[in-house]
């Protein structure tokens, strides 16, 4: 998941930073779900630890407060950030990338906390009417087995959730000219939430994710661009959904004096790859490619985009009634119209 961004550094961002093994069942497995909170207690008192997590930024003293929301078909959001400590704006004398493995060091001394509670519209309208409206679902249907509203929420899988981040949040700019403003992220992700989407149906499951992430933001006069990398690990309450390992790349750029394609101006892509924890055998595997479709350099407001890419999901992923029941395609088409700010 990602947390918004703080206005303090970058102002109108579209992004935040909390957008979204080899062993069987031996001991070792079952250490690592004792070092992951016990998972959680075995998912019993999710309760007390969304408060916990709520509690957290506001326990402790600061310099500055933030507080932000973000409406999304797949990603609404409420945040609220505490920075510990103001970070002084680097100015750049080596390439980006030292600063991030620099940054990726010093990550292990937080300077900022950031809270989040999302929900996710889209699919959750796309779930009720499925249940609840299965003629108005069926008008959807464009061939024997592929459903719009399946292209538009496939890979989906959390309903709602909170985000506690905990990191550093460093601004910088190039040495010699201000060509332009950038904000570097790093620290630990932990999320947890409740119910489970697969194939726009929802099942019960008490889920908890930990993760950590790099991110960039660059802002210029131009152009605005966004990257991250993030690792971690997911558990499910729910034993008929695996356990798993996970990683994802993403990248999104805009050139608003840019108006012919060029696919690394006005462009994005989403990698996300999943593997059961249990043998590492994959999972889960995601890819969207998207255009960007910006206003000019004077009406720099909201940006249109459009993605498509595919989804696999590997028998292994569920067990159960979950398999058995609303199996969807081993692969399947996906489509994400967006617009951004």
Known sequence: MIIAESRRYIKNNSRDICHRTA?????????????????????KNLKACL???????????????????????????????????????????????????????????????????????????????????????????FSGSANLLNALTAGEEDPWGVSL?????????????????????????????????????????????????????????????????????????????????????FRDRIDYAQRRFRFWRNSNFDVFAAFRKEDLKPVKLQLLLGRNFPHSVRKRGASYSISAGILWEGRRKYSGVMKEDHESPSVQFILRPTVKF
């Not at 069987?24 to 959680?40: E, P, Q, S, V």
């Not at 001394?109 to 889209?122: D, K, N, Q």
């Open 23 to 43: 062993a069987g069942r031996t001991d070792a497995g079952m250490g690592l779900k004792m070092i992951f909170f016990a998972k959680i207690a075995d998912m």
């Open 165 to 249: 981040f905990v990191g550093k949040i460093v601004p910088f700019r190039p040495g010699k000219a201000a060509g332009y403003a950038g904000v570097a992220y790093s620290g630990g992700l932990l999320t947890m939430g409740k119910k489970h989407f697969k194939n726009n149906v929802i099942y019960n499951d008490t889920w908890a994710q930990l993760e950590w992430k790099i991110k960039g933001v660059r802002v210029t006069r131009f152009s605005k661009q966004i990257w991250s990398f993030r690792t971690g690990m997911k558990l499910h309450d729910n034993p008929a959904i695996s356990d798993s390992f996970y990683f994802s790349l």
């Open 51 to 141: 408060l916990i997590i709520l509690f957290c930024p506001c326990a402790f003293g600061a310099s500055a407060r933030d507080f932000g929301w973000k409406g999304d078909p797949y990603y609404s959001y409420a945040s609220f950030s505490q920075i510990l400590r103001t970070e002084k704006t680097i100015t750049q004398s080596e390439s980006e990338t030292s600063l991030y493995i620099n940054l990726l060091k010093e990550s292990f001394r937080p300077t900022a906390i950031l809270c989040e509670l999302f929900v996710s519209p889209l699919p959750y309208a796309a779930s009720h009417t499925k249940k609840h409206n299965s003629a108005l679902y069926e008008n959807f249907d």
